[in-house]
């Protein structure tokens, strides 16, 4: 073949192979940085959005579980608020351990700010600064039309200790029952810094594969007529892959094996297919000797149906479960609380195949939690005693009216009970009704026992008998306000009550039924200045004062528990029997 027809081969060779590749070159630079990277940036912070979002989310259900306990009286409310607060200023994440959260009230009053101390507890509205106050107001308008979201603003560079101003976005969420907005954030120079970096490291990847598709078609051209060293280098080149991936795989097993979660899988019948290492540490038990049994199968044996009845009910929704709690027996007869957590798994036509999932040992926390609910039953039991012995002191004083307080709160508790009143505050009425004459402790006993009525001194000098209870009992901290429903139980509906002359709507309810219950008791029991009315008269006095006096529906539910109920009003704790029957 002539040396021209051969360069002429050669070159129309070289073309054919060339321009494709070089098409192909420049089509991967335009996948790579007009769609492929910005796609990647837009991904890139919507995660980070996310991420602040979670983080958030997180907060604010550090919020929810200090206010449940307030509502179970655990905690005062400042001082759930108190401890929330503390909980929440010392959380930090990011690389450097320096992203924060704060919180802020509707106000808005800058309620917490790890890194600007000064400016906490103050209104923004009082403040110099009309960015802050731009920023807080906007936060809070976002939290009144969305309840959380998404604010973009100008910060300074806090968590670096610079004075540079640079742009951020934050996600703040309102928490509606105190009335505060929690909240984090991220500058977006960090987000804009990853960005430079993957864009940095996919011009550097994207150069070496220009050069390797450069050097391949140059390859091409050469080795043409050369297919047998090709398919070699083809060859060549899958060796590497698979090698690659080999690597990969063994770095997705340590990755799970060295994990502190036990990982395995489950097939449809719920027999164990793959278990990790981490079962050795949970339950001393080899993987190899899980494998072909059940989860359920190490329950302590007084648990054991009842697990694995729950385990067959979970299977076969063939839904995500999470929270599913084992107390296993681990092969050194240790007992493990194991907190399990999984997916299924589905097969090419979309049938069941098993479970994937997670095993967390849990014992420490439940053993916290039932050291923590024998503390509370410890408190409760130690605040019976003390009211209890709070009522017997004053009712020690007058031994006409021994019992009365016992009677009154076993009445006023009977009523509360009837109309649906909720238990937590009826355990407020409870106490406060036991202690509702504490404060004649301090009056004379000869104005206790006397045989005639009281002169209208010694009556003035009796009335004070609910500001003195209050007086000793305000400084208590209960859950309930017990010195307020003290303070109230001798007030009407009408304004005609003592000590302040109060009013329907300023009277607290758990006052009013202890009203109701403190003149039927006291009208049917016998004084040292007069005998028994009888329970009919007590009962026409609050007939007649319903909706004027006393509590419309507290009198009507006193008549009916007397009247149709059986309700033994002569009975006491200390002397047993009784009640309603």
Same mark, same amino acid.
């Given at each position: 073949?002539?040396?021209?027809?051969?360069?002429?081969?050669?070159?129309?060779?070289?073309?054919?192979?060339?321009?494709?590749?070089?098409?192909?070159?420049?089509?991967?630079?335009?996948?790579?940085?007009?769609?492929?990277?910005?796609?990647?940036?837009?991904?890139?912070?919507?995660?980070?959005?996310?991420?602040?979002?979670?983080?958030?989310?997180?907060?604010?259900?550090?919020?929810?579980?200090?206010?449940?306990?307030?509502?179970?009286?655990?905690?005062?409310?400042?001082?759930?608020?108190?401890?929330?607060?503390?909980?929440?200023?010392?959380?930090? #994440?990011?690389?450097?351990?320096?992203?924060?959260?704060?919180?802020?009230?509707?106000?808005? $009053?800058?309620?917490?700010?790890?890194?600007?101390? /000064?400016?906490?507890?103050?209104?923004?509205?009082?403040?110099?600064?009309?960015?802050?106050?731009?920023?807080?107001?906007?936060?809070?308008?976002?939290?009144?039309?969305? !309840?959380?979201? #998404? $604010?973009?603003?100008?910060?300074?560079?806090?968590?670096?200790?610079?004075?540079?101003?640079?742009?951020?976005?934050?996600?703040?969420?309102?928490?509606?029952?105190?009335?505060?907005?929690?909240?984090?954030?991220?500058? *977006?120079?960090?987000?804009?810094?990853?960005?430079?970096?993957?864009?940095?490291?996919?011009?550097?990847?994207?150069?070496?594969?220009?050069?390797?598709?450069?050097? @391949? %078609?140059?390859?091409? *051209?050469?080795?043409?007529?050369?297919? /047998?060293?090709?398919?070699?280098?083809?060859?060549?080149?899958?060796?590497?892959?698979?090698?690659?991936?080999?690597?990969?795989?063994?770095?997705?097993?340590?990755?799970?094996?060295?994990?502190?979660?036990?990982?395995?899988?489950?097939?449809?019948?719920?027999?164990?297919?793959?278990?990790?290492?981490?079962?050795?540490?949970?339950?001393?038990?080899?993987?190899?000797?899980?494998?072909?049994?059940?989860?359920?199968?190490?329950?302590?044996?007084?648990?054991?149906?009842?697990?694995?009845?729950?385990?067959?009910?979970?299977?076969?929704?063939?839904?995500?479960?999470?929270?599913?709690?084992?107390?296993?027996?681990?092969?050194?007869?240790?007992?493990? =609380? @194991?907190?399990?957590?999984?997916?299924?798994?589905?097969?090419?036509?979309?049938?069941?195949?098993?479970?994937?999932?997670?095993?967390?040992?849990?014992?420490?926390?439940?053993?916290?939690?039932? *050291?923590?609910?024998?503390?509370?039953? /410890?408190?409760?039991?130690?605040?019976?005693?003390?009211?209890? %012995?709070?009522?017997?002191?004053?009712?020690?004083?007058?031994? #006409?009216?021994?019992?009365?307080?016992?009677?009154?709160?076993?009445?006023?508790?009977? *009523?509360?009970?009837?109309?649906? #009143?909720?238990?937590?505050?009826?355990?407020?009425?409870?106490?406060?009704?036991?202690?509702?004459?504490?404060?004649?402790?301090?009056?004379?006993?000869?104005?206790?026992?006397?045989?005639?009525?009281?002169?209208?001194?010694?009556?003035?000098?009796?009335?004070?008998?609910?500001?003195?209870?209050?007086?000793?009992?305000?400084?208590?901290?209960?859950?309930?306000? =017990?010195?307020?429903?003290? @303070?109230?139980?001798?007030?009407?509906?009408?304004?005609?009550?003592?000590?302040?002359?109060?009013?329907?709507?300023?009277?607290?309810?758990?006052?009013?039924?202890?009203?109701? %219950?403190?003149?039927?008791?006291?009208?049917?029991?016998?004084?040292?200045?007069?005998?028994?009315?009888?329970?009919?008269? %007590?009962? /026409?006095?609050?007939?007649?004062?319903?909706?004027?006096?006393?509590?419309?529906?507290?009198?009507?539910?006193?008549?009916?528990?007397?009247?149709?109920?059986?309700?033994?009003?002569?009975?006491?704790?200390?002397?047993?029997? !009784?009640?309603? !029957?």
């Amino acid at each position: 073949m002539p040396e021209k027809q051969l360069q002429r081969i050669s070159k129309t060779i070289s073309f054919r192979i060339a321009l494709p590749a070089f098409l192909t070159i420049v089509l991967f630079v335009i996948a790579i940085f007009s769609i492929a990277l910005p796609q990647l940036e837009q991904s890139l912070l919507n995660r980070k959005k996310e991420m602040i979002m979670e983080l958030t989310e997180t907060a604010w259900s550090l919020l929810g579980d200090y206010h449940e306990r307030e509502l179970h009286g655990e905690l005062s409310p400042a001082e759930a608020k108190r401890r929330a607060v503390l909980r929440i200023g010392k959380l930090r #994440y990011g690389p450097e351990k320096k992203d924060y959260f704060w919180i802020n009230d509707m106000t808005p $009053v800058m309620i917490m700010h790890p890194y600007r101390p /000064d400016i906490e507890g103050k209104n923004v509205a009082n403040l110099e600064d009309p960015d802050l106050k731009d920023i807080l107001t906007r936060m809070v308008q976002v939290v009144e039309q969305q !309840g959380a979201g #998404y $604010v973009d603003y100008m910060w300074w560079q806090l968590k670096d200790e610079k004075k540079k101003i640079a742009p951020k976005i934050s996600y703040v969420k309102g928490y509606e029952p105190w009335g505060w907005v929690v909240g984090t954030g991220m500058y *977006i120079d960090d987000v804009k810094a990853e960005i430079a970096v993957i864009r940095n490291h996919l011009a550097a990847v994207s150069a070496g594969i220009l050069v390797i598709i450069s050097l @391949l %078609a140059l390859y091409s *051209i050469r080795q043409s007529l050369l297919a /047998d060293r090709e398919r070699l280098r083809i060859f060549a080149e899958r060796g590497i892959l698979l090698k690659s991936l080999e690597q990969s795989t063994e770095r997705f097993r340590n990755l799970i094996e060295t994990t502190s979660d036990w990982i395995w899988e489950i097939d449809r019948d719920g027999r164990c297919t793959y278990s990790s290492p981490r079962v050795e540490n949970l339950l001393g038990f080899e993987p190899e000797e899980i494998l072909h049994t059940t989860l359920t199968a190490f329950a302590v044996p007084d648990q054991a149906a009842e697990a694995s009845a729950v385990f067959t009910t979970l299977l076969a929704d063939g839904k995500p479960f999470n929270g599913f709690e084992i107390t296993s027996l681990g092969k050194d007869g240790r007992v493990v =609380v @194991l907190e399990c957590n999984a997916v299924p798994i589905f097969d090419e036509q979309r049938n069941l195949a098993g479970y994937r999932g997670v095993a967390r040992d849990i014992t420490e926390r439940k053993t916290a939690m039932e *050291i923590l609910r024998e503390s509370r039953d /410890d408190l409760h039991a130690s605040l019976e005693e003390t009211v209890a %012995a709070l009522a017997s002191a004053a009712e020690k004083r007058d031994p #006409y009216t021994a019992g009365h307080q016992q009677r009154v709160e076993r009445l006023a508790c009977a *009523i509360a009970r009837e109309i649906g #009143y909720p238990e937590d505050k009826i355990e407020g009425l409870h106490i406060a009704a036991l202690l509702h004459d504490i404060g004649k402790i301090t009056l004379p006993s000869e104005y206790l026992a006397k045989p005639t009525r009281l002169s209208m001194e010694e009556k003035a000098l009796f009335k004070l008998h609910p500001e003195v209870g209050h007086d000793i009992l305000k400084r208590i901290q209960f859950p309930w306000p =017990v010195a307020e429903i003290v @303070l109230q139980h001798h007030e009407h509906l009408d304004g005609s009550g003592y000590p302040r002359g109060l009013r329907d709507d300023e009277i607290l309810l758990e006052a009013k039924i202890i009203a109701v %219950a403190d003149v039927v008791e006291a009208m049917s029991s016998h004084r040292p200045y007069r005998p028994s009315l009888g329970i009919d008269i %007590a009962l /026409d006095e609050i007939r007649a004062g319903r909706g004027i006096r006393y509590h419309a529906e507290s009198v009507d539910t006193c008549i009916n528990l007397l009247l149709e109920k059986g309700f033994d009003l002569s009975y006491t704790r200390d002397e047993g029997g !009784g009640g309603v !029957g």
